[in-house]
């Protein structure tokens, strides 16, 4: 029950987040993908570079151990990528930016859009035995982080994202890296 | 005080305020729940739910009994919560409004038809969440919670999502891209 409340809560924060974002509104997704407006790739590296720097600094002072990360298995992660892309282009949302939009009232995203997510859980559902199996199978290297896999500081690893992720800020907001658009 | 009213009020945000909330979210499902935030999921926990109802024998299998069982999860809740956050920014900043084809952008490029975009939301839909199971997860469960954990997974998965939907994007603006 006290999961559930957490959840619960932790929810709303998300949904809040992704409202203010701006990631309930079709354009402000499909113009990352044109360069035109980095809204989402600054919101994504902005929370990756604040939770890892959080988590991994908890994990180093003892006060959490991690839940098993979604499992690496290269071929499915990335196919599975490619096609997740081609439908986030073209309808402009994914899972968690639709259940935020029917939030803020887009009738297009309760009725179609729920539709469509529950349709193609049910397909896979059905589907799992004669695909997933054989998908995981390829170059699977389990639950595992980077810096356990290619034993690198976790330290430097973050500080490499942190940087890395400053340095994309920097070029998309004073180097010109966003391309001017004519529609919006 | 006031300040901070009016800005949590406004309709949209610096993307990296709202990055930073939303880390802080990531770190807090880690150290009070021991868990990982995830949309693409709850679909496959509420789908099991109603097929198991209206197809019991179709749905009886290893996946809806196993892998998502047909229960409300964390998941679901969570997605509950997304909605709902969603809603009470809306309110925040007075955007909240039932409506339909509503966006400017959508309609120049697909045009006004509103069949159209409930067509291309529902197929996509199922595009994205057909996809997130190959993928093991999506935006939320996969890229953000795998990546703040620096998962190998994550990286890949984001790499294949910009490369496809440029591509796409590419495809489907022409020469307005």
Known sequence: ?184 | MKAIWNYIRREEWSPYIAGVLLGVVGILAVWINNSLLGASGAFENLVGIIGKAIAPSLFDNMYFNFVMPAEITTNVILLLGIFFGSMLAALTSGTLKFRVNDNEQWKKIYGPQLWKRWLLLFVGGIILEYASGIAGGCTSGLAISGGMLLDPAAFLFIAGMFASGIVTAKIIYGKRY
Do not use: E
């Not at chain 1, 409340?5 to 974002?21: E, R, S």
């Not at chain 1, 570079?49 to 499992?71: D, K």
């Not at chain 1, 599975?80 to 309808?91: P, R």
């Open chain 1, 1 to 184: 029950m006290t999961s559930f409340i957490v959840a619960f809560v932790l929810g709303l924060a998300f949904g809040f987040a992704l409202n203010k974002a701006g990631l309930t509104k079709y354009h402000k997704i499909v113009n990352v993908f044109r360069f035109t407006d980095m809204a989402v790739l600054k919101f994504m590296m902005t929370a990756l570079v604040v939770a890892m720097a959080g988590l991994y600094a908890l994990r180093g002072l003892g006060l959490v151990t991690f839940p098993a990360p979604p499992a690496t298995y290269v071929v499915g992660n990335l196919v599975g990528g490619l096609i997740f892309g081609v439908g986030m282009a073209m309808a402009g949302f994914c899972p968690g930016t639709a259940a935020a939009g029917a939030g803020d009232g887009k009738l297009d995203y309760i009725i179609p859009g729920v539709l469509g997510f529950l349709t193609g859980a049910a397909i896979y559902g059905l589907t799992y035995q004669q695909v997933q199996p054989a998908i995981m199978a390829i170059a699977n290297y389990g639950n595992v982080v980077i810096p356990d896999l290619w034993n690198l500081s976790p330290f430097l690893t973050v500080l490499l994202f942190a940087f890395m992720s400053l340095f994309l800020f920097y070029m998309i907001d004073r180097a010109g890296w966003q391309r001017k658009s004519s529609d919006q």
